[in-house]
């Protein structure tokens, strides 16, 4: 009777619980809410303080954003420009004078006409072997049947060099754009297998277990489970496929086309056009940073959808 007597009250609005004491392994959470006798009072550990936000400075949040990255680049963009004034030479060209080629080639060269040549190709071969790879390289992860039948072709086509395959292409397709569609569904093929294979591999025992659970058909549990799991995996093969689709892209002009990005930057160097030269370049770079950065939105867009679909988050 006296330790109850002793016993504070509890203030209206709490939910009563075990004392803390010497014994206590757990920390005890106390929330106040508010009412007209008690103020509000904000969640804190018992025992200790509460734990402080930490506000970083307007300064730390520039350096840990891509702010910086493109501040380097402008200052290496300023420094050539300078330097290019006080050293002057005919075969090192400026940012000023690459500047008016480009928008010259751009609005009355060829530079826009090769260019949208070379990314129709590419986006023919990249959007056919979308679907062919992420279809093998997940059957292959979650059928051992599949997987013996397909892993020996894959594994020696996947080995072959592009470079050593286009001559046969160019044998049988000729050097038009069905050559040029070829080589870019062959080599955008296998970043999609190997991915969406390791994707399909990666698939958690408890989430399959769930599936049988459920009495979920094969397919269902492919459609409902294992693909999206694997999505992250097969994202990260599509954009490996994009650069590798890009970068052939010039290649392929270059050795065997007659026409697109390629062909128009080895012209600019047999003509020894500098500034045309480097003009192509870094529209090159600029269009591939440009898809790099729409393919990581459409990523983190799909990425939410895989969340909700297998109940995470």
């Known amino acids: 009777m006296t330790e109850l007597a002793n016993t504070p009250p509890v203030a209206r609005g709490t939910v009563p619980g075990p004392r803390p004491g010497a014994d206590d392994a ?3 959470l106390v929330s106040l809410p508010p009412s007209d006798e008690t103020p509000p009072v904000p969640l804190a550990v018992a025992g200790g303080p509460a734990p402080a936000v930490v506000r970083r400075s307007p300064f730390r949040r520039f350096v840990r954003s891509r702010g910086t990255g493109w501040t380097l680049v402008v ?3 300023i420094v050539w420009q300078v330097s290019s004034f006080i050293h002057f030479e005919p075969t090192i060209s400026s940012p000023d004078r690459i500047a008016r080629t480009w928008w010259r080639e751009i609005t009355e060269g ?14 023919i ?24 039948l397909l892993e020996p072709s894959v594994e020696i086509i996947r080995l072959t060099p592009v470079s050593a395959i286009l001559p046969i292409f160019i044998l049988f397709l000729g050097i038009e754009q069905e050559m040029q569609v070829a080589v870019f569904l062959t080599a955008g093929l296998f970043p999609l297998i190997i991915n969406s294979y390791a994707g399909a591999r ?19 549990t492919q459609r409902e489970v294992a693909l999206p799991s694997a999505m992250p995996y097969i994202l990260v093969g599509a954009r490996q496929a994009l650069g590798i689709s890009l970068v052939l892209a010039v290649v392929i ?23 045309r030269l480097l003009a192509a ?13 729409l393919f990581l939105l459409a990523e983190r867009r799909i990425s939410r959808w895989r969340r909700t679909s297998i109940g995470e988050g």
């Not at 060829?110 to 986006?123: D, F, K, S």
């Not at 277990?209 to 397919?219: E, F, N």
């Not at 270059?254 to 600019?268: C, D, K, P, T, V």
């Open 110 to 123: 060829q530079l826009l006409p090769q260019l949208g040549r070379t990314l129709e190709t590419m986006a």
């Open 75 to 77: 200052l290496v963009v």
């Open 26 to 28: 757990a920390d005890l």
């Open 281 to 293: 370049v870094l529209t090159v770079a600029l269009i591939g940073y440009l898809l790099n950065a």
């Open 253 to 275: 002009g270059m050795l065997a086309g007659n026409s697109g990005i390629g062909y128009y930057i080895l012209l600019a160097q047999q003509e020894f056009n500098i500034n």
């Open 202 to 220: 990666s698939v958690s025992k408890v989430l399959s277990q769930t599936a049988q659970t459920y009495r979920l058909s094969w397919w269902q």
């Open 125 to 148: 071969g990249f959007v056919l072997a979308i679907p062919i790879g992420i279809t093998i390289g997940f059957l292959m992860g979650r059928s051992r049947i599949v997987w013996g």
